[in-house]
């Protein structure tokens, strides 16, 4: 095995996670056009940085490793890590990001997995974002959204050839395939079925049993809870009805108040970039 297997591997979305990449806050806007309500509503960024470290906390009280990286005021949605790349197996992929605004994010993690001497496969010429991307055992998901085309599927599956890389339309009305479907476990998934194309959502129930939510709920981004192994999944508490049907099927969920972060459009899953899950 070699040293970069040892840090970084990542086989599902719910295996037990040990070590994960977050950004805090400091210079946060608000750039999500599913949020009108709040495009005239400034972000308290002393409460965003207060609830960020609640959730730093929390991840840490369960076992897992943070890494943080340094915030630039160059980008006010450095916060969501989760895009700037991901990990399939024991190699990390930092992606090519479409968007302007987001364009130079991946520097700081590059600096900083140089720095760690842990290689990485950098994405070029394809543009795609870790929101799209869903791995769970041999099987690598793929959005396809406004930031995610079919060019980066097809080179995925070029570079993963041991992996079945599956394409998902969804409506683009949302940012990433993580805003109306997440993997909680071998057997179990949400989803808004309304939002993803229907030739699709077939596939995903003949895989897995379904947690259906409703468009209502992912406004207050009820998909992008983030496991963390062993049934454990951090909710929001605005979530009550997603997290009671968690608790009905055994699952223990971890509520922290991170709504001043998702003003900016996203929740768990899109403020953290796992490095290392244990089988």
Known sequence: MTAESHTIFCHTEYSTLQKVVLCEPNYMSINDPNHKEFRDVSINIDLAIKQHKHFIHALKSHGVEVVILPPDKAFPDQVFTRDIGFAIGNRIYVTEMKTYLRQGEEASLIKWLKKEQIPFHQL????????DVMIDGETVYIGISKRTNLLAVRHLQSILPKYEVIPVPFNDAFLHLD????????????????????????????????????????????????????????????????????????????????????KSGGAFRCCSLPLYRSL
């Open 124 to 131: 070029i010429g394809v543009t795609i974002e870790g929101g």
């Open 179 to 262: 805003c109306v479907f997440n993997i909680l476990s071998p057997e179990e998934a949400l989803i808004c079925s309304n939002e993803i194309n229907s030739k699709q959502v077939q596939l995903l129930k003949s895989r897995y049993d379904l947690i259906e939510m409703t468009k209502e709920d992912l406004l207050n981004h009820s998909a992008n809870v983030l496991s963390i192994g062993n049934k454990k999944v951090f909710s929001m508490p605005i979530n009550k009805n997603l997290n009671k049907k968690l608790q009905s099927r055994g699952y223990e969920v971890i509520e922290v108040d991170i709504s001043e972060i998702t």
